[in-house]
């Protein structure tokens, strides 16, 4: 997207000498009179990714720029050239998702759409794919421990989606996709503006890809997807300006994904123990606005306010999971700026009520955790975070508390400070420190549970997950005097320890997934460097490098958490003319091995390996740009890199041995796609 730098009109007055005015007479011919022009339009490519300057937590803001070198049909496919944020397949059957940042699960980081916390519990496994990448704007993503003003949960990061804003955007806009699998993407944004008042309507549907086998496992390597969205954002006034300004959204989801043997039939096989499958069934409403009130320049009241609802009918197999999900959450904040302050600090209630249902078709083969499940949360908490510039303004320290007080685990306190030193204009340091928590909410965030024949087993009642993160970074920014190069070099260190942590223990004993608080060392190391360089405003490269250190300590022995490589490489190259009518991508992950699930004590023929090997996949878009369409084609994972027949004993699904849960690289293969928008300006 091109930002607008400078907007002015234009006049062009010419000095009358004074005996020319004063005589009564006719000017002379060559005489300019006064004469408006049009205004004058200077325009700039946006970057892809921008580090701001000023901020003390150092966050990578991921524009539509960047976003157009990918399909980026949804949020989860919106980081293929990113080296900070994974994603990670959770159920290969169904397709679900979560994006990971230090080698940590998904549900440590926070994520937010449009600043709110519209990503949990049921809406976590398939959240993430319910935003198309046509409503995204901007994304953020921090690293560590950061604000504390949305909440407590954020221990590895925080990932906030802003979606387009009504005065802000195309009129229209058009987009439809189809890849070699035949899945077909349907989007279309409106917009309108009548005086203080702007409003966007987007729509966005998925429909079903045909049936592959590549592997001959007889699975279905990718689900049959069928979506519908449909949301609403409202905007009045701005709010930099004193008085009332608002905006308010509306959405509606509605989602069936089916996976499994390919011969699978929902209609008739649910519950089956003939033939396998899953399905999953989800309708979600969701309201929220953010209002505010500015009394003058330094002082502001804010009110953020949303709800959603999710119903969720899934089957997996023999196991029949019915859910539903109610979530409310209400923050207003005061906001001071005065001498070198900008205080915020506010009240905050969130309230959880989950409902989940689990019972088997079918023989239960030693499975004994079948039940009702109710879960209501009721946290009210106050907060406060103040922002202090020292040094004429080359040391920024951020300092954010906040209490929360919840029903059953009582009062909670989560400190964070960060600190950001200007060595030089372009040489910044930050480093911070925090502390985060979370409760679990265990079957919605391990989908994988619920799918495999292990038995699900309780070892005791389950504590808060609690951790500590430190980090600290370096970013150093470069540009010639010619402007023929620039850039930024960034160098990255965090760490997260545990206090204590839930995750299921597959490796005790391979037909059961064990329950505990685990309050011994474990611990994430992440290093990342990162440098990006752009020549003559044309070519654009990045390199990225991830080391992740991620384990916990049994006994005496060190095991690494499965599913991590150690070691990651990204590139990228872009290449634009400057006449900007088509554009080159390309970018290349490699993955370094990573640790799997211990399955010795399965018959030899089901056993796995104890690691991954490396692998690498390439990607690359050709968009080509007329004057008011864009026609956009690519392939991802080009050499056509597969892990074949990832799901044990599929030869027999309802055998104790069958597990979907030892996926490490991609199942689908080579996917080629072809796509076009048609966008139309606002007035």
């Known amino acids: 997207m091109r930002s607008l730098l400078l907007i002015t009109p234009l006049f062009l007055i010419n000095i009358v000498p004074v005996e020319a005015q004063t005589n009564g007479g006719t000017p002379p ?12 339009v200077v325009e700039s490519q946006r970057p892809g990714v921008i580090l701001s300057d000023t901020k003390s937590i150092k966050t990578e803001q991921i524009t539509q720029t960047e976003l157009r070198k990918a399909a980026c049909c949804d949020l989860a496919g919106c980081f293929e050239t990113q080296t900070t944020v994974q994603p990670q397949t959770t159920n290969v059957i169904t397709n679900s998702k979560e994006l990971r940042i230090l080698g940590l699960s998904g549900v440590y980081n926070q994520i937010l759409i449009d600043g709110f916390p519209m990503i949990q519990g049921l809406t976590y496994t398939y959240g993430i794919s319910s935003i198309p990448g046509t409503l995204v704007d901007n994304i953020y993503v921090a690293k560590g421990a950061n604000s504390v003003l949305q909440g407590f949960e954020s221990m590895s990061g925080q990932i906030n989606v802003e979606t387009k804003d009504p005065d802000q955007t195309e009129r229209l806009l058009l987009n439809t996709y189809i890849n070699n699998f035949q899945e077909k993407h349907v989007n279309a944004n409106y917009a309108f503006k009548k005086g203080k008042w702007s409003n966007l309507t987007a729509f966005h549907s998925v429909q079903p890809a045909k049936k592959i086998d590549r592997d001959k496992d007889n699975f279905l390597d990718l689900p049959q997807l069928t979506r519908y969205m449909l949301s609403n954002k409202w905007k009045y006034g701005n709010e930099k300006e004193k008085g009332w300004s608002s905006r308010v959204g509306i959405r509606f989801l509605k989602e069936n994904r089916i996976g499994g043997q390919i011969d699978f039939d929902p209609r008739r096989d649910k519950g089956s123990t003939s033939v396998y499958g899953q399905s ?6 969701e309201m929220w606005t953010k209002t505010n009130y500015r009394l003058n320049e330094k002082q502001n009241l804010v009110l953020f306010a949303s709800t959603f609802h999710q119903q969720q009918s899934s089957y997996f197999g023999t196991v029949k999971y019915a859910a539903r999900q109610t979530n409310l959450y209400g923050n207003i904040q005061y906001e001071l700026s005065y001498a070198q302050h900008d ?12 409902r989940e249902d689990i019972s088997f078709t079918g023989a239960p083969v030693g499975r004994t955790y079948a039940g009702n499940y109710r879960r209501l949360e009721n946290i009210p908490g106050v907060f406060a975070e103040n922002t202090m510039r020292f040094a004429g303004d ?7 508390v906040r209490g929360d007080q919840h029903n059953q685990f009582g009062f909670q306190f989560t400190p964070r400070t960060l600190v950001k030193y200007d060595i030089r204009p372009k040489t910044i340091v930050r480093a911070n420190v925090g502390t985060g928590w979370r409760t679990v909410n265990l079957f919605s965030e391990n989908i994988g549970l619920l799918v495999s024949s292990r038995n699900i087993v309780f070892a005791q009642a389950l504590d808060p997950e609690k951790a500590l993160n430190m980090g600290i970074n370096l ?7 010619d402007k023929n190069l620039s850039g930024y070099l960034s160098v990255d260190y ?9 995750f299921p223990d597959y490796d005790t004993d391979p037909t059961k997934a064990i329950i505990q608080n685990f309050r011994g060392i474990s611990r994430s190391n992440g290093f990342q460097t990162e440098l990006n360089a752009k020549f003559y405003q044309r070519v654009e490269w990045k390199a990225g490098y991830n080391f992740l250190d991620v384990y916990r300590v049994i006994g005496d022995r060190k095991q690494l958490l499965p599913f991590n490589p150690r070691h990651k490489f990204l590139t990228s190259v872009s290449y634009k003319p400057l006449t900007s009518q088509f554009q080159f991508d390309m970018n290349l992950h490699w993955y370094g091995e990573q640790r799997l699930p211990n399955t010795r004590s399965n018959p030899v023929e089901l056993q796995r390996p104890d690691f991954s090997r490396p692998y690498s996949t390439l990607n690359a878009q050709f968009t080509y740009s007329f004057s008011k369409i864009e026609v956009y084609a690519g392939c991802e994972n080009i050499f056509d890199f597969r892990q074949l027949q990832p799901i044990i004993s599929w030869q027999n699904p309802f055998s104790p041995y069958f597990d979907t849960s030892s996926v490490w690289g991609p199942t689908r293969g080579r996917e080629a796609y072809l796509g076009i928008r048609f966008k139309l300006e606002q007035n």
């Open 343 to 354: 205080l915020k600090t506010g009240l905050s209630y969130r309230r959880l009520n989950l």
């Open 475 to 481: 970013t150093q920014k470069f540009e010639t005097k």
């Open 280 to 285: 999953v069934s989800i309708d979600q409403p």
């Open 394 to 400: 080359k040391i920024t320290w951020m300092l954010g």
């Open 29 to 40: 011919a060559d005489t300019l009179k006064p004469k408006t022009l049009s205004e004058v």
């Open 494 to 502: 965090y760490r997260t320890d545990f206090q204590n942590q839930i």
